[in-house]
């Protein structure tokens, strides 16, 4: 299928000179989606371990950057009587605290300095859930698109992994910086917010030698190849709207899939529902991971394409041009009683949740073939504020 033209920002997010969002590359919301390649999916040969990154910047880090080894998002509510002037205070703290962390310093206070280590692909990401705006003052910052995502058919929520006022989300090489840095942030947050729930995945997104290749999730499906990138990633992602210019939206899906019916799924059927093989993530209308499928193409007078698959259902041209920059990690969780679960953490991007979000995911829900092995337990939205530089802190476009 050929390029199509870009379209207006804000109002339809149209392929900006790339090809599409959906095209069974990565999973939205339970869904497989794809854009164009992305910037944390470096070329061949760079490195995606062992780094490190600036705190200061337009954007706040681990957005862009590379997907490393291990994940930990950590949502708080705010205490009773908390105010504008506490989150303030809050984030100044956490910003000192996010900076001597991703610098390999030992932050403020610390009480294990000798954990402090530099150089692990450390990343903090701090985020506003719906209830800071709701503080007196703040009501009218609401960010316009910044919505709750609406019931969806498919959706099984649990309480445990829906919600909050704040967000943390860390990346690394590894789980044992995560569970430091968590520790720091959650002891720098007690006088203002207790936690509500965590979530932590991993990803490997390199090869044998290591080098960048693009992941893959529990249904063994190259997960994440096609993201925007230079002026179309712009575009999609950033806002330019008033304190937010630089900032983005984050929508969250705590992804339970089926592995066990899955796995009594024959190749084809699983190849079929999702519109790419599974072998490389090639279009079933052939093709390299990174082609486009043809939507148009005919198989024995048949769509190529299943009219049900996810790869046509959630591909741009029938969204408006709808795109977002897509982030996900795998994650296998035990309960109480020895249950295990195996699912994605996905994270979704986007300059507009209500424009960008919301109307593709309302479409996969109506019909899509994914629906079968995949559905949400967790859901939980929040802005991004921009980023800063040094003698600065995260927020204070807004509060300051």
Known sequence: MPDQPAVSRRRLFGYAGAAGVGTAAGVVGGKAWADQSGPHNLPVGEGVRGQTYSPHGAHQPGIVTPTPAAQQLVAFDLLPDFDAAALGRLMRVWSATVVALTEGRPAPGDAAPDMARGAVSFTATLGFGPGVFDLPGLESRRPAGFVEIPPMDHDRLQERWVGGDLLVMLQADDDTTLGYATRRLTVDARPFARPRWTQAGSWRGVDAEGRA??????????????????????????????????????????????????????????????????????????????????????????????????????????????????????????????????????LAFQASIAEQFVPVQQRLDQLDALNEWTHAIGSAVFVIPPGFEAGGWIGQTLLD
């Open 213 to 346: 290749v693009t992941g893959r999730n529990h249904f063994g499906q190259v997960d994440g190849s096609r993201n925007p990138a230079g002026e179309a990633l712009d575009e999609v992602v950033w806002s330019d709207d008033g304190w937010l210019a630089g900032g983005t939206q984050l929508v969250i899906r705590r992804i339970e899939m089926d592995l066990d019916d899955w796995d009594t799924a024959t190749r084809d059927r699983q190849e079929r529902s999702l519109g790419r093989d599974l072998a490389a993530g090639a279009p079933l209308t052939g093709g390299e991971e990174h082609d486009d499928v043809d939507l148009a193409a005919t198989a024995d007078g048949a769509p190529a394409i299943a009219l049900d698959a996810h790869a046509r259902r959630a591909h741009p041209s029938e969204n408006r041009g709808r795109q977002m920059l897509r982030r996900s990690v795998n994650y296998v969780h035990t309960d109480d009683v020895g249950t295990t679960t195996h699912g994605l953490l996905f």
